[in-house]
């Protein structure tokens, strides 16, 4: 049984940086896309970035191009996460995708497998 564990976050002031990690444990993630999604409270979970299991390509959803960056090594998934500001207050989840496919993709439900998150919140 695979399981996904994330791990970092906490308390950051606007302008600060964190660093949030995905364990996997049992069978290798290493042939899956993965993503990271976010939900505040009271909205819905939203995409935020995702990496390709081959050839490397990421996604970032808009507002965190250029500030997040998302990596990944054979037993770990990465979200280093800079310029943090109070809209990006939430629990972080990382997910495994449902297939092998390459594409990425964006929605939550085009992934099988979650974390059970962890909060990062953003002071002003």
């Known amino acids: 049984q695979v399981q996904l564990v994330e791990s970092g976050g906490g308390l950051v002031q606007a302008g600060g940086s964190a660093s949030l990690s995905c364990a996997a444990s049992?069978?290798?993630?290493?042939?899956?896309?993965m993503g990271w999604f976010r939900q505040a409270p009271g909205k819905e979970r939203e995409f935020v970035a995702a990496?390709?299991?081959?050839?490397?390509r990421k996604a970032y959803e808009d507002s965190v191009k250029g500030r997040f960056t998302i990596s990944r090594d054979s037993a770990n998934l990465y979200l280093q996460m800079n310029s943090l500001n109070p809209e990006d207050t939430a629990v972080y989840y990382c997910a495994r995708g449902k297939t092998h496919n390459t594409d990425i993709a964006t929605g939550p439900g085009e992934y099988d497998l979650w974390g059970q998150g962890t909060q990062v919140t953003v002071s002003s």
């Open positions: 049992g069978r290798t993630f290493s042939t899956y896309n």
């Open positions: 990496i390709s299991w081959i050839g490397g």
